[in-house]
């Protein structure tokens, strides 16, 4: 047990029952290096073939042309659609003002209308007037004449009064009957000029009511155009959310392609790696030291973030005591990498990630008493110098 610790440049667990989380910890740890010692992995990542990829996105991408094509294609519609809708607005807007127009005109023929309804009303009570003094002094003719008939006037008491009065009476009737005779030229030329009246207010409501007919077809072909908008542009969104379903998905074959191209034994990038953050190496690697040094040590900023070096799968994801933190990434080729001290996590165990992705941030390494990184690279369990594979 000793001797698999020194390897793994981790010092024996000396186990103490006031931390047995931190024991738990350390214990798991050490049946997951037991078991790949004991079986020595030598496995391949799972991955789907270069060849797969490249035909599932062809097919994704195939796809998201559809897509562009119909939400072109909508966005089309919508503005022929939308020009049909202004047209319709703007005529809208020209009938609404002819029957504003129709409705001031009838409006006016209206109260015209009834002025001469009272003008005709006031010339028939001007007539009955003149038809009852016509009458009565027909009735006073009547008796002056009748009086003549019987006996003279030359023999009445007073005949040259009764006289005067029969040549009055005659002459007011005379009067009164030309009266009469205007008032109904009058009242004639009036109910013409009513007749008129009458028929041109029927013939504005006649073409209001042709407006308002046509206001109403074009109402039904506003909301039609409406709706018709609106359907487009929620089929255009719908269209948009699954263009963004499938660019999402191209975006990750491109990925997994990337992936698959750096799935190689990491032997091939040998010399061709970035270090894994940003730092000072203080920490050289030097397995012959007392104590031996089977990594490096990185000064760093306070949370620096931490990359992996390679295409690799999240192996181990846990606290480790000595180590805090600590991240081991399986590679191709049995390949390992181990990262420490982090101050935090970006991924978790089974995670695929790409070489170049954040995989957490640096912590407190007590080695150089302030923010850095403990970096381990390991072939079949044996470490190798990273500085001959880091550039």
């Given at each position: ?56 996105l062809q097919a994704e991408e195939k796809k998201a042309k559809e ?325």
């Amino acid at each position: 047990m000793n001797l698999l610790f020194n390897n793994l440049s981790i010092k024996p667990l000396v186990f103490e029952k006031s931390k047995p989380y931190k024991l738990w910890l350390a214990l798991c740890f050490c049946v997951f290096i037991l078991t790949i010692t004991a079986c020595d992995i030598k496995e391949t990542l799972a991955a789907p073939s270069g060849a797969n990829l490249k035909k599932a996105l062809q097919a994704e991408e195939k796809k998201a042309k559809e897509r562009r094509e119909k939400i072109s294609r909508l966005i089309g519609e919508e503005k022929n659609i939308s020009q049909d809708l202004a047209a319709t607005e703007k005529e809208m807007f020209a009938l609404n003002k002819n029957l504003e127009e129709a409705e001031k005109k009838l409006a006016t023929l209206s109260v015209a209308e009834d002025d001469v309804k009272k003008d005709y009303q006031r010339l028939l009570n001007e007539q009955k007037k003149i038809e009852r003094a016509m009458q009565e002094t027909l009735r006073l003719l009547w008796d002056l004449a009748s009086k003549e008939e019987a006996v003279g006037f030359k023999d009445l008491p007073d005949w040259h009064v009764s006289e005067r009065e029969y040549s009055w009476s005659k002459e007011l009737f005379s009067l009164l009957n030309t009266q009469k005779q205007e008032l109904v030229a009058k009242a004639q030329e009036i109910a013409e000029t009513l007749g008129k009246r009458e028929s041109l207010a029927a013939e504005a409501k006649k073409q209001l009511r042709l407006v308002n007919i046509d206001k109403n077809k074009l109402l039904k072909s506003q909301i039609k155009f409406k709706n018709k908008i609106a359907e487009l542009r929620k089929e255009k969104k719908t269209t948009e959310a699954e263009l963004d379903d499938v660019l999402d998905l191209i975006k990750d074959l491109n990925i997994k392609i990337e992936n698959v191209a750096e799935q190689g034994s990491l032997e091939n990038l040998k010399d061709k790696l970035n270090w894994p953050v940003q730092g000072k190496l203080v920490k050289a690697f030097n397995p012959n030291a007392s104590p031996p040094v089977r990594g490096v040590g990185l000064s760093t900023k306070d949370k620096a973030e931490v990359s992996a070096i390679a295409y690799g799968k999240v192996v181990h994801e846990d606290l480790l005591r000595g180590f805090g933190r600590v991240v081991i990434l399986m590679h191709n080729g049995a390949y390992y990498t181990l990262y420490a001290y982090l101050s935090e996590s970006k991924v978790n165990v089974g995670d695929e990630v790409k070489r170049g992705q954040t995989i957490g941030r640096t912590g407190y390494y007590p080695d150089i008493n302030g923010p850095g990184l403990y970096f381990e690279l390991r072939s079949h369990q044996k470490t190798i110098n990273p500085a001959q594979w880091c550039k």
